[in-house]
């Protein structure tokens, strides 16, 4: 993807592989703003890209302060409303709107009918593939051959998450969580 007279927003770009994207976004023609906790780090990177011939700008934001997320909140908006602009962020770390899969779904409802969208919960199809795999070849008409090895890509451990997180979290997606339940037929396998 070329970002030529591109606007990314990468969050967490002070280090690590946020860094590393923010500084490959930072090409001639493209401006990347560069978002962080760390003000010294964010300044270097904004340097960086600079001497690399392309735009840059600092915005200090911790993603797990709620008034830092507020203030990044109209991402999605200004996708829509800006041709070419590219936001990082939204396309990685929007979580709380991303996460709201039954908004997707009536949106595909409304463009093709329910009839043509199957939905899979990836947790079950973690834990059972073959019936999952068996409902897709179903809905699409077709007959089975037997099962392809069912590989799992991405799977890495993971520090657990705080249990008053997974409240909010929780509580957050309850109402979409129901909505969602009624495309799978039963409650999602998170719940």
């Not at 990177?45 to 840059?56: F, T």
């Not at 041709?83 to 962020?89: A, E, F, L, N």
């Not at 037997?146 to 509580?171: C, I, K, Q, W």
Request: net charge positive.
């Amino acid at each position: 993807m070329k970002f030529t007279d591109a606007t990314v927003l990468v969050t967490g770009a002070t280090s690590g592989t946020g860094e590393a994207k923010a500084l490959r976004f930072g090409r001639p023609g493209s401006s990347v703003i560069v978002s962080g906790r760390d003000r010294g780090r964010g300044e270097r990177v904004v340097k960086a890209i600079g001497q690399a011939g392309g735009r840059a700008r600092f915005i200090a934001a911790d993603l797990r302060d709620s008034q830092d997320v507020l203030r990044l909140a109209g991402e999605a908006e200004r996708i829509i409303t800006e041709p070419g602009y590219v936001s990082h962020s939204h396309q990685h770390q929007a979580y709380l709107a991303r996460g709201r899969y039954a908004d997707q779904l009536e949106r595909l409802d409304e463009l093709f009918g329910s009839d043509r969208v199957h939905v899979v919960d990836s947790g079950r199809f973690f834990t059972e593939p073959e019936p999952v795999y068996d409902g897709v070849l179903d809905f699409l008409g077709l007959r089975g051959h037997g099962y392809p090895v069912f590989e799992r890509h991405n799977a890495r451990p993971r520090s657990p998450m705080p249990d008053a997180l997974r409240a909010t979290l929780g509580e957050h997606f309850l109402p979409y969580d129901e909505r969602l339940a009624r495309w799978l037929g039963r409650p999602p396998s998170w719940r």
